[in-house]
C-alpha cells in the first residue's frame, strides 16, 4: 500500500544516521488511511547502537521525527514490540507495516 504522505528522504536518513537507526517502518493503520492523532513507528536500531537511556532520548527522538513526517508520532523499538506481543500479533505487524527507511 502506498503512504499517503510526503517524506523527505534526506531529512529521514540524516534522522536516522544521528539517532542510529538501520530501519523505520511505519504500523497500518496510518497506511489503512485510519490514523487519529498519532502514527506508530517501529524502528531497529543498528547493532551497536543502545536503545535510548531515557524517556527524554525517546520523546526528543518522537518530536525529531513528527517534524520530518508533518505529524506526532509513537515509537516502538522493533525488539520491544516483539517481546510484549503474540507471535501472531507480531506477524501481523511485519506483515501490514510499510518499511520508510532502510
Known sequence: ???NIQIDQQKLADFCAKWG???LAIFDTHIREEEGEVTDVM???????????SFRKLFDMEDELGAILGRRVAMDDRELVKSYSSSNQFEQYLRTMQVIYD
Not at 43 to 52: D, G
Open 1 to 3: 500500500m502506498a503512504l
Open 43 to 53: 524502528y531497529t536500531p543498528m547493532p551497536s547502537v543502545e536503545l535510548p537511556s
Open 21 to 23: 537507526i538501520q530501519e
